[in-house]
T-cell receptor, first 113, second 117 residues
Framework: RKEVEQDPGPFNVPEGATVAFNCTYSNSASQSFFWYRQDCRKEPKLLMSVYSSGNEDGRFTAQLNRASQYISLLIRDSKLSDSATYLCVVAELMNSGYSTLTFGKGTMLLVSP | EAGVAQSPRYKIIEKRQSVAFWCNPISGHATLYWYQQILGQGPKLLIQFQNNGVVDDSQLPKDRFSAERLKGVDSTLKIQPAKLEDSAVYLC???????????????FGEGSRLTVL
């Protein structure tokens, strides 16, 4: 099974800081890429998709570099409520024609006052 | 809209005992997933169903784990016999499940937390 690698952190940053997370994946044939957010003792929830052209959603920017097999997430103007674990997720197309999603171990972010 | 329902929320058993978890996905979602999340790690896919057929079960320890999705709706995941290393949160998720496209949006239940003593 292909791997998705992330720095586990934790990343400790003050409110207002900009922080970036990276993720690498081993399967060059991977189709789609996503960032999920998981709060402590809660279930994961989709934060945003990652497109080849890069995409932005408010304070969050995601980028994909297919040549380097690398995905990033940038959070600007960090809020206390951004404290969570950020999971990098890669979708691979199976022989069945359906995709399966592989999660990284996650990067923990702690934003302090 | 009702979300993914799972039960029980918590279960404590001794090693070598058996346990079963139940999941009811979002109505109309064809794809159902069972993930295992050990503390400090990301979710690991155990099995993926498309309607009532298995799409991927390559990481399911088939000597002790089994899962079914009769009638393509509810699903159960069973562990028999349990080992200490099975202590984890078992997350059920569902998605619309279109072939060859993937919006990447899985809707997770709150999980079933298993402790094996």
């Amino acid at each position: 099974r292909k791997e998705v690698e992330q720095d586990p952190g934790p990343f400790n940053v003050p409110e207002g800081a900009t922080v970036a997370f990276n993720c690498t994946y081993s399967n060059s044939a991977s189709q789609s890429f996503f960032w999920y957010r998981q709060d402590c003792r809660k279930e994961p929830k989709l934060l945003m998709s990652v497109y080849s052209s890069g995409n932005e959603d408010g304070r969050f920017t995601a980028q994909l570099n297919r040549a380097s097999q690398y995905i990033s997430l940038l959070i600007r103007d960090s809020k206390l409520s951004d404290s969570a674990t950020y999971l990098c997720v890669v979708a691979e197309l199976m022989n069945s024609g359906y995709s399966t999603l592989t999660f990284g171990k996650g990067t923990m972010l702690l934003v302090s006052p | 809209e009702a979300g993914v329902a799972q039960s029980p929320r918590y279960k404590i058993i001794e090693k070598r005992q058996s346990v079963a978890f139940w999941c009811n996905p979002i109505s109309g979602h064809a794809t159902l997933y069972w993930y295992q999340q050990i503390l400090g790690q990301g979710p690991k896919l155990l099995i993926q169903f498309q309607n009532n057929g298995v799409v991927d079960d390559s990481q399911l320890p088939k000597d002790r784990f089994s899962a079914e999705r009769l009638k393509g709706v509810d699903s159960t995941l069973k562990i028999q016999p349990a080992k200490l290393e099975d202590s984890a949160v078992y997350l059920c998720a569902s998605s619309l499940g279109e072939r060859r496209t993937n919006t990447g949006e899985l809707f997770f239940g709150e999980g079933s937390r298993l402790t094996v003593l």
